[in-house]
């Protein structure tokens, strides 16, 4: 495993729709560990493939640090509520703003052997849901802030 670059705000792959993943490789199980180790490293929850320069609809979220989730090809099959909160991208690092999300999100999906699965969440693991899929169509969520963004005090 290896922990990747993280493509920061401005990088115009940022900003591409991502390509479905068709079948699964040895290369892209190494991705999507790589994406793991690059995620725990930076001390975030969630992380999408072009936010390390791949152009693929993979996401890796891990909202308590002990649930490794694992998204081919994500779709939101339902949404409900609403929550309002502070949320922050490994690629806009130092940042956060106040972004509205459903409260209850559920997904379609591939898990990493290419079995369908289908996940609900509530609260922040929702709010990963959304922020992570946006990624893979090449949204940011600094298009949702209400506000302005605000600065985060750097951990020691
Ligand atoms: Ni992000």
Known sequence: MAIRNIRVMGDP??????????????RTQELIDDMFETMYEANGVGLAAPQVGVLKRIVVIDV???????L????????SGEQTGGEGCLSV???????TR??????????????PIELEGMEL?????????DHLD?????EKVEGELSDVEEEA
């Open 93 to 99: 690092p130092g940042k956060s703003g106040i972004v």
């Open 102 to 115: 459903p409260n209850y999100v559920k997904v379609k999906a591939y898990d990493r052997d290419m079995n």
């Open 125 to 133: 693991l929702a709010r990963a849901f959304c922020h992570e899929i």
């Open 64 to 70: 308590t640090g002990e649930d490794p989730i694992v």
């Open 13 to 26: 792959i940022l900003e591409k729709v991502c390509k479905e993943v068709k079948e699964m490789t040895p």
């Open 72 to 79: 081919i090809n994500p779709r939101i099959m339902e949404t």
């Open 138 to 142: 090449g949204h940011l969520y600094v």
